[in-house]
């Protein structure tokens, strides 16, 4: 069973009084990753909007999942916000077990992740994974999937090579986020059948009627795929950068914040920063729970630092 690090190096420097020692110069530099979905988008400019008022130098790349947690175990990344679980299960738990990678935490917890259909279509008797293959000729024995490489289309890659509810013959269709969500609105647009990943948090599930399939618990985990979404980061960076590592254990975000920030992004056309700007300012209280403890990267106290660079 893999266990979540603690911070005891940090909470053990923070007990000697408000200013700690400063973390080495190899800490400043954050190097963290986008696989191109959005609620990471979200959740990594809610990090950079505390990380630069602190000192720190967030650095974004946008990488695919394989290739994001190939540059943790090769210390070329340092954290990563979307190790979602068990989507990912297959790729971290080895990696875990051999000592490349260590998880910080949970930072989403009461989200789901499996396939869906639009409404109309439950309506029309599709409910489960069971129902897809009885009506293959309706979805063009077609899955519309996100970006190649994604756990999710390996997921769903296994299944139709297992034959799984009968879908052998079935096609995955890789694209994107947005890519895979045009598809749906054009299905919608004319009542056209279609089966795609869903998941929460995402505006999708207020845009669209969706009806999420029940009876995929071997690829996607039980009830219909139930989620949590953790923080990964490469070996050794805790003990290294105790402060930065304190503040990630505070880091927790809800579906409510990142279903926001992702509607304005995805819908108002709103860049992530400016995104994670207005969240802030709109719940302030968050910041209190993220910066408890935390210092700037010069070991004074951080949340004046941020809320001064929010107007707050």
């Known amino acids: 069973m893999i266990k979540l690090l603690t911070t005891t190096a940090a909470a053990s420097l923070l007990m000697l009084g408000t200013a700690v020692a400063q973390e080495p110069d190899s800490c400043q530099t954050v190097r963290y990753s986008d696989p191109g979905w ?3 988008s979200s959740t990594n400019a809610l990090l950079k909007a505390v990380l630069e008022p602190l000192g ?5 790349s946008t990488l695919s999942v394989p290739i994001t947690f190939r540059g ?5 990344l340092d954290i990563f916000l979307g190790n979602w679980m068990p989507a990912q299960t297959a790729i971290v738990d080895p990696m875990v077990e051999s000592g490349e990678l260590e998880v910080l935490k949970v930072n989403l917890s009461g989200n789901r992740f499996t396939l869906a259909v639009p409404a109309y ?3 029309a008797g599709v409910t489960s994974f069971e129902d897809l293959a009885p009506n293959a000729e309706k979805f063009g024995s077609q899955i519309y999937g996100i970006e190649a490489g994604a756990s999710v289309n390996q997921n769903m890659l296994r299944m139709i090579e297992d034959d799984a509810f009968g879908l052998g013959d079935w096609t995955l269709v890789e694209s994107s986020e947005q890519g895979m969500l045009t598809q749906v609105e054009r299905a919608e647009g004319a009542e056209g059948w279609v089966v795609f990943p869903a998941w929460e948090p995402h505006p999708m599930n207020t845009e669209y009627e969706l009806t999420y399939l029940t009876g995929g618990d071997e690829y996607f985990g039980p009830d219909m795929g139930s989620a ?3 923080t990964g980061a490469r070996t050794g960076f805790a003990e290294e950068c105790p402060n930065l590592a304190k503040l990630l254990d505070n880091m927790t975000f809800s579906v409510e914040l990142e279903n926001g920030m992702m509607a304005q992004i995805l819908n108002e056309g709103m860049s992530a920063d400016a995104a994670a700007e207005e969240a802030l300012k709109a ?5 209190d729970t993220w910066l408890e403890g935390v210092t700037d990267f010069a070991g004074q106290p951080g949340l004046p630092a941020v809320k001064a660079s929010l107007d707050l």
Do not use: F, G, H, K
């Not at 943790?72 to 070329?76: G, P």
């Not at 719940?283 to 910041?287: A, N, R, T, V, Y």
């Open 72 to 76: 943790l175990a090769t210390d070329q």
């Open 56 to 60: 720190y130098e967030p650095e974004i």
């Open 121 to 123: 279509v439950a309506e």
């Open 228 to 230: 949590q979404v953790r």
């Open 38 to 40: 959005t609620d990471i």
């Open 283 to 287: 719940s302030p209280e968050l910041l």
